[in-house]
Antibody
Framework: EVQLVQSGAVVKKPGESLKISCQVS????????IGWVRQVPGKGLEWMGI????????RYNESFKGQVTISADKSISTAFLHWGSLRASDTAMYFC?????????????????WGQGTLVTVSA | IHLTQSPSSLSASVGDRVTITCRAS??????LAWYQQKPGKAPRLLIY???NLESGVSSRFSGRASGTLFTLSINSLQPEDFATYYC?????????FGGGTKVEMK
């Protein structure tokens, strides 16, 4: 059974650093792109970026480039989202999600499995 | 790519047929997906590649494509279908989401 389990909710102050995690099981971690999606309370979904753990190829939404860092550790089947300096505007729910493999029957350009979400609150 | 999803909200009753549309700004959009999200939960994939039903999803849900216009239909709306729905397209590694449609009980 495919599972993506995210780290728990956190409360941080502006200027602090933070790394949240997404540990996967039930599939070969290095073979699937895994991405991060932000959802500000009451708002829609925003794609932040994506990493291919097999070779650490990473792509970012231009809106988030330089604001966050996406990484992955194959030895523990875990993806990470890191902020060096948080802002109040980073307050949101963050989801990790997996892209399926591309086959002759499927382009794999969607997210088929999602983590449960990590709520990040940034407040002085 | 920009996605225009409509309506932003709608009211419906159990048993109704509901249709949500998503218009892509580029003609080569083909890998459109649809998700359902309930409050406090992660999105759930319903449809991929415009018209393919994800495994385990009720056949009440269906997707169609006509040029740059994509539709998600829900036949015979059930109580568990009241939620927010998002379309999503793909371009150069980026996943682009529509603004969402909240389906509320009339």
């Amino acid at each position: 059974e495919v599972q993506l389990v995210q780290s728990g909710a956190v409360v941080k102050k502006p200027g602090e650093s933070l790394k949240i995690s997404c540990q996967v099981s039930g599939y070969i971690f290095r073979n699937h792109w895994i991405g991060w999606v932000r959802q500000v309370p009451g708002k829609g979904l925003e794609w932040m970026g994506i990493i291919f753990p097999g070779d650490s190829d990473t792509r970012y939404n231009e809106s988030f480039k330089g604001q966050v860092t996406i990484s992955a550790d194959k030895s523990i089947s875990t993806a990470f989202l890191h902020w060096g300096s948080l802002r109040a505007s980073d307050t949101a729910m963050y989801f990790c999600a997996r892209r399926p493999l591309t086959t002759d029957k499927r382009t794999g350009r969607e997210f088929d499995f999602w983590g449960q979400g990590t709520l990040v609150t940034v407040s002085a | 790519i920009h996605l225009t999803q409509s309506p932003s909200s709608l009211s419906a009753s159990v048993g109704d047929r509901v249709t949500i549309t998503c218009r892509a700004s580029q003609a080569d959009a083909t890998a459109l997906a649809w998700y359902q999200q309930k409050p406090g939960k992660a999105p759930r994939l319903l449809i991929y590649d415009a018209s393919n039903l994800e495994s385990g999803v009720s056949s009440r849900f269906s997707g169609r494509a006509s040029g740059t216009l994509f539709t998600l239909s829900i036949n015979s709306l059930q109580p568990e279908d009241f939620a927010t729905y998002y379309c999503q397209d793909f371009s150069n590694y980026a996943l682009i989401f529509g603004g969402g449609t909240k389906v509320e009980m009339k």
